[in-house]
């Protein structure tokens, strides 16, 4: 489901009653005070010291075997007990992640503790921030409500984004999340004007987007909202520029992936162009999986193409668009490869074919990267349906690169730095000293190498970033925008490098005496002193899963031992078919009664096992189609909570429920 306040006819006979009731909210707010100092509170866990709970929220310690577990979220509520966040996105990340989970009951308190403890700590924006991450919390669990109190509960909501409004009043987060609620309350709420208004706000202020994507729910419920008063046309439009004209998620999704048959995975969900450093650098997005980067040189006189793109058509588009907006660049003359991804060189063909002298400098062990990518996948929504094997089978650099040197092209000097990268063996870091800028590629890609494939180096990312913060660049860019926000400049590198060395170390340490990945992943490992660090809490927390799996891999053999002994990885074949024979033949389930055990894992959280057996069960029952929609919202709710930052498992999810993602189109 998604955030519905499912209010049904009768509470309004209820409501005049309950309207006595409705408990006033302050709004007064004290003036803000710098974080104090927080006492660390750290325990042993397993064979590691990590951070805990401050001492005010030891109750949000662990998940016990009654709440299900995720990362995220036994993540944020450690280290957002330390002080409040001046950054909204893990705010909003961690209401998210308890949205997704149908965890709103601990997340409503969580955020009433952090309200009340850090009432004096707290900015007006900040606090604005806080109050409508908790007002959509509450809002998608009104239902939860007894009927008698929801009317109350749902004023009261009305409150606290009243709060919040009065608190920053130009705070796009606050207009987002009134938007949304208001769109959604029953009629006799009278809130639809206000929905239309606080939605429309946000589409007239385009440049306050928080990131790409964040206004997808906008055009969606502006659809609804028009659609419900009967003006087909505007409704219509708006659902276009949504992206849902296929299918209706059963989640909100606000981040900025998309993927579809035709043209794969995008990280971006619109064209977009961020210039770096004015008249200098520029950055192309939403054209392809990966960023297209263009520098112009030192003297004006060429245009030097970091990467080339997705494929073919992707890079085209993104070039053109990119001359559309800025006409008077200079002729393309140079290609500088990262690294041989399928990403990154898919686009070479339409590149080299922009003039007859452009040469492409890459690494001399390339080939090894090419042929592991050479492989036939059962998921097509990454690289799109018609992706072509010879885009990158026939890539070769003009120019080999085996060992530190120089170039001057158009009066910049260029150094060329080779190294093992996170990711692959065939990294090649490119230095612009004159504009303090380094372009890493995919160095340190989160999933340190495709999932599937058996790459990724992790003792090597820690050399590379060491490389890179030698340089002490002002600018450092990455093959893909979303490890650019994580990894954007020095500070951040060089706190996230720390974190990073302890991780591995620990992860070893756990391996080696019999602890699984699993067992490792819900430990929920985080280094003393990190909560010290807000600005790379979302730089950790992304890769940590992964940084976990892929050391495990490359450590253990085809089984991991687990540390009960009860259940290691790899002993047994067990499928869907089993499971689906579990249910049918051996518990003598019904379709009805499989139905009902689905809802049951979702409502408490349990969604990756929901999406599991829904698939095993839809085999088995193939007449019930609630067990389809089960799967799908299952599926949809794991797609929500990894849409910011784990592209694999979101477009593995979409297909796994045979759908697409589209674009967000601006009309």
Known sequence: MKTKLLIYLSVLITSIIMSCNTVETKTAVEPYVENLHIE??????????????????????????????????????????????????????LANAYIATNQQNYGIRYFENILERFRFQMSGEVRSNYLSAYALLRASYADNVSLFIRMGWVKETFKVLEEAQNLSQNNPLVHWVSGIIYAQVPWFFDKKEEALEELLWLTNRPELEPTPGFYREVYHYLAKLYAEEGEME????????????????????????????????????????????????????????????????????????????????????????LLEQYPDLPPLTTGLITHAHWDHIGG?????????????????????????????????????????????????????????????????????????????????LFY?????????????????????????????????????????????????????????????????????????????????????????IRLNLIPPGLQNHPEIFISY?????????????????????????????????ITS???????QLYL???????????????????????????????????????ITNLKEEAADRLRSSVQFFDPFKFVTYTEIIGKEHHPISKE
């Open 432 to 520: 612009f000293p004159e504009l303090e800028l380094v372009f890493m590629g995919d160095a340190l890609m989160p999933f340190y190498g495709e999932p599937w494939t058996e790459e990724g180096f992790i003792n090597e990312a820690l050399e590379v970033m060491d490389t890179a913060l030698d340089l002490n660049p002002k600018y450092i860019l990455h093959g893909h925008v979303g490890i650019t926000i994580l990894y954007k400049n020095t500070e951040q590198l060089s706190a996230y490098r720390d974190a990073f060395k302890w991780l591995v170390n620990e992860t070893k340490k756990h391996l080696r005496n019999g602890y699984s990945s699993k067992d490792i």
């Open 577 to 583: 078919v089993e499971r689906g024979r579990f249910l």
């Open 40 to 93: 660390q509170n750290t325990s042993i866990v397993a064979l590691s010291k990590s951070l805990h709970p401050s001492k005010d929220f030891v109750a949000f310690k662990q998940h016990e075997n009654d709440r299900s577990f995720h990362s995220d979220i036994a993540f944020y509520e450690v280290v957002l007990s330390y002080g409040p966040s001046q950054d909204p996105n893990p705010i909003f990340l």
């Open 348 to 428: 070479h063909t339409y590149l080299k074919s922009l003039g007859p002298g452009i040469t492409l400098y890459g690494r001399e062990n390339f080939q090894g990267t090419v042929n592991r990518i050479l492989k036939n996948h059962s998921y097509t929504q990454f690289r799109g349906v018609n992706f072509k094997d010879s885009w990158v089978s026939e890539y070769k650099p003009d120019a080999i690169v085996d060992s530190i040197s120089e170039i001057h092209i158009g009066q910049s000097k260029v150094k060329l730095i080779p190294v093992t990268g996170g990711e692959t063996e065939d990294a090649l």
């Open 588 to 626: 003598g389930l019904s379709g009805n009664q499989v139905v009902k055990a689905l809802k049951k894992m979702i409502d408490n959280g349990d969604n990756e096992l929901a999406l599991q057996m829904a698939i095993a069960a839809e085999s088995r029952y193939p007449a019930n189609t609630k």
């Open 541 to 573: 927390l992304s890769p940590r899963d992964h940084i976990i799996a892929r050391t495990a891999d490359h450590m253990v053999g085809i089984w991991q031992e687990e540390v009960s002994g009860k259940d290691p990885e790899g002993l047994d074949v």
């Open 234 to 321: 505007l409704a219509k439009s708006y659902l276009v520029q949504s992206g849902y004209t296929d299918y209706e998620p059963k989640m909100l999704f606000s981040g900025w992936f998309s993927t579809t048959k035709e043209k794969g995975l995008l990280f971006a969900p619109t064209p977009w162009i961020e210039e770096v450093i004015p008249n200098r650098v520029f950055a192309v997005r939403g054209f392809g999986f990966s960023d297209l980067h263009f520098v112009v040189s030192k003297n004006g006189q060429e245009l030097l193409s970091i990467d080339a793109g997705t494929q073919p058509y992707s890079y085209k588009e993104g070039y053109e668009f």
